[in-house]
């Protein structure tokens, strides 16, 4: 099965935007789904010096996650696209979730190009993966439209079926590249050791149980993919660590409080800070960078 994940850029409930997302829902054909995200508007202003990764933030990043492909659609408000919309992006910008995904961007309106032509650059921007044949104009000339109605008028059904069938297709023939870091970590005279999340955590024993499962070391730098699956009973410890939340969500609990930490966030502890994961998602997994002597702990 084929996923897709559509995202609306208008709030209105009786949004035009939304009724060609859902229409292209109803159209999708066999082996694929498009799930819309109604949540744009539970989204907090983007902040960067915000720590962590707020929750409405973090469940977006998990619906990403989990799709193959996304559509987007944007009105034009002041010859761009909408506030709501270049806020959800703005927060996924750091995270790389839209990397090398297969996105099609649809334009609700043949008066609305400004907006159009501004989202395809945001995009491109993010290195998402804008699919030929995926990115058309469904030709709407008025606002009072609902889904039903664009699925049952071929003129605007066509060019939704055409979107589908090219980001199916670009799917099919290439799927989006997951879970990767750096593509390769070097040093003199060639290539070390690079692995995605699933490589790493595929080393390691299966769940349940906390598993540190090395995957990269030279001299005394030591890189771990960590996840803890029950408690987290870790003490302070004699380095300073830095740790790169891979996937899932968590809260990350040291002396004065906890936050809630997901995918992208990174942490740095110094040597004998007391600090542990509590309420991990089934799916938490950290990359844990730290120097010892000969890779191990400082003494």
């Excluded at 002396?255 to 930490?261: I, Y």
């Amino acid at each position: 099965m084929t996923r897709l994940l559509a995202i609306s850029g208008s709030l209105r409930r009786a949004s035009s935007n939304t009724a060609v997302l859902e229409a292209a829902a109803a159209l999708a054909p066999p082996g694929v789904e498009v799930e819309l995200y109604r949540h744009l508007g539970d989204l907090p202003l983007f902040d960067p010096d915000e720590p962590g990764c707020p929750p409405a933030v973090a469940r977006l990043r998990e619906r990403l996650a989990a799709c193959d492909g996304l559509l987007v659609a944007s009105p034009e408000y002041m010859h761009s696209v909408s506030a709501a919309l270049k806020n959800a992006l703005e927060w996924l910008t750091a995270s790389g979730d839209l990397m090398d995904l297969p996105t099609a961007a649809l334009n609700a309106s043949n008066r609305a190009h400004r907006a159009y032509d501004n989202l395809l650059d945001v995009l491109a921007t993010m290195d998402a993966r804008l699919v030929d044949g995926a990115c058309v104009t469904v030709p709407l000339t008025t606002n009072a439209v609902t889904a039903d109605r664009v699925a049952a008028d071929e003129a605007l059904a066509g060019p939704l079926r055409a979107s589908l069938a090219a980001i199916a297709a670009a799917i099919a023939e290439r799927p989006r590249a997951r879970d990767t870091v750096a593509p390769v970590a070097t040093r003199a005279p060639g290539p070390c050791f690079a692995a995605t999340v699933h490589d790493a955590l595929a080393m390691g024993p299966p769940p349940p149980g906390n598993h540190a499962v090395p995957v990269f070391g030279h001299g005394s730098l030591v890189v771990e993919m960590y996840a803890p699956r029950d408690r987290d009973l870790q003490t302070p410890h004699a380095r300073d660590e830095l740790y790169v939340i891979a996937r899932g969500t968590s809260l990350f609990v040291e002396p004065g409080g906890s936050r809630e930490v997901g995918a992208g966030t990174f942490l740095f502890v110094p040597a004998g800070r007391p600090h542990r994961f509590s309420r991990m998602s089934p799916d938490f997994a950290t990359w844990v960078c730290f120097y010892g002597p000969d890779g191990g702990e400082r003494p």
